[in-house]
């Protein structure tokens, strides 16, 4: 399998795209509930570096000519060696922009996942899904941010959590979804896993006052002994329907509690929300997925969650 990855490089106030050379180490990575990818790599060439770290502007990077990531370069680190030079990335895809703006507080009306979203963020490299229902009022808060809109909208819209399908395109459903068979698959390691550490059990909205009549319970919860109670102002986002926001608050404190997974050799070109037809994840819906390539080879690590938004 083969890793490459292009920069944009700035330089005199021209831009031009330099492909970096051999890639010696890889990380990449994408989940449910995470709006965005990461990549992390190490690259090699011979001869003298022709730009410096602070001249990279942003990172694309294809596996087997898939492109996977395409982000805003956080850090890098340029190093000469002897008769060449190292190159160490890391990158945030540029979906990451939607959890770090906050849009103007007002009601956003007749929308669609796309058009809420364009309406409060201008970004080329980050597209949506198309077609999504047109939703007559979603209310923004003050201090929240574009993705806390997108949320809102398709828990209105459908019932289901936003992710991040291919490099940059946010998505509502899984009509985009593939069904991989693993069968073949060398498998190192399987596993399951339980994270309880964040689930509420009680969560309560306020009205008028001191008065909090709209309540929500996790039965789940208190069937595992967690005891843990929130109470919350009246929350404008979710005024056309106060149990649905409870719900969400419920639903939301449970994400990726329960998980199951397993590493195989190689990458299959699976993506968030598609379905595995064998193993431990059989039937599920993928939630998680991390890419590590070296001189071992490449690994691939898919996970499936047991919550209330992962198998939507």
């Known amino acids: 399998m083969r890793c490459r990855a292009e920069v944009t490089v ?5 831009r031009r795209t330099r492909q970096l050379g051999e890639c010696l180490e890889m990380m990449f990575e994408k989940a449910l509930y995470v709006p965005y990818t990461r990549f992390e790599g190490v690259f090699y060439e011979d001869g003298a570096p022709d730009f410096m770290a602070g001249q990279i502007l942003d990172v694309r990077v294809r596996l087997d000519g ?10 890098v680190r340029v190093v000469q060696e002897g008769s060449g030079f190292r190159v160490r990335v890391k990158s945030r895809g540029y979906t990451l922009l939607l959890a770090q703006n906050e849009p103007y ?11 809420l979203c364009q309406a409060n963020l201008v970004c080329s490299a980050v597209s949506y899904e198309e ?4 939703v007559r009022n979603i209310y923004v808060n003050e201090g929240s941010k574009v993705w806390d809109a997108a949320v809102a909208y398709c828990i209105k819209a459908s019932g289901r959590y936003p ?6 395109t946010v998505m509502m459903t899984a009509g985009a979804a593939e069904y991989i068979d693993y069968s073949g698959c060398v498998v190192t390691e399987v596993f399951t896993e339980i994270n309880s550490s964040s689930v509420l059990s009680d969560v309560y909205m306020k009205e008028l006052e001191d008065d909090y009549p709209f309540e929500a319970h996790d ?3 208190a069937a595992m002994g967690i005891v843990r109670s929130r109470y919350y102002p009246l929350d404008m986002q979710w005024l056309y ?13 449970n994400r990726a509690m329960r998980t199951a997974g397993f590493t195989y050799e190689g990458w299959k070109q699976e993506d968030l929300m598609d379905i595995a037809l064998s193993g431990i994840t059989a039937g599920k819906r993928i939630n998680y997925i991390r890419v590590i390539g070296g001189k071992r080879g490449i690994f691939t690590t898919v996970k499936a969650y047991d919550d209330r938004y992962g198998q939507k």
């Not at 077609?131 to 047109?134: A, E, F, L, R």
């Open 10 to 14: 700035l330089s005199g106030g021209i």
């Open 66 to 75: 898939v492109e996977i990531h395409y982000g805003m370069a956080d850090g």
């Open 105 to 115: 507080p007002r009601i956003n009306s007749n929308v669609t996942l796309k058009s």
């Open 131 to 134: 077609d999504t229902p047109v």
């Open 163 to 168: 992710y991040i399908h291919g490099a940059g």
């Open 219 to 221: 039965t789940s919860a």
């Open 241 to 253: 329907d106060p149990q649905v926001g409870l719900q969400h608050k419920l639903d939301y404190s």
